[in-house]
């Protein structure tokens, strides 16, 4: 059994800070890729930030300068520094684990998701 949850949605005002963490457990031999997506009302879901295992981070050009991640491989957690956040920002924020469990099976794990809400 693997599981994801996500830490730290909340409310903040336009231009605040807000940081995101992401966990995976289980039985889990090894996490791959790594990503934060979000999913703002009447839009389509879209990659926010991404870590592939070994690699470097990638971010939607929406965010580039203003959002970290940063991951934990010794935890198989991930974070995701926000800040100059912004209304446009308001989105349910989900993360997603590419995950080889102990049993040798490769799938994709989808946390619960954690509600960012950007407003005065």
């Known amino acids: 059994q693997v599981q994801v949850v996500e830490f730290g949605g909340g409310l903040v005002q336009p231009g605040g800070s807000l940081i995101l963490s992401c966990a995976a457990s289980g039985s889990i031999f090894r996490v791959n890729n790594m990503g934060w997506y979000r999913q703002a009302p009447g839009k389509e879901r879209e990659l926010v930030a991404g870590i592939p295992t070994g690699g470097s981070t990638n971010y939607a050009d929406s965010v580039k300068g203003r959002f970290t991640m940063s991951r934990d491989y010794a935890e198989n957690t991930v974070f995701l520094q926000m800040t100059s956040l912004k209304p446009e920002d308001t989105a349910v924020y989900s993360c997603?684990?590419?995950?080889?469990?102990?049993?040798?099976?490769?799938?994709?794990?989808w946390g619960q998701g954690t509600q960012v809400t950007v407003s005065s």
């Open positions: 997603n684990a590419d995950i080889t469990t102990t049993s040798g099976s490769r799938d994709l794990y």
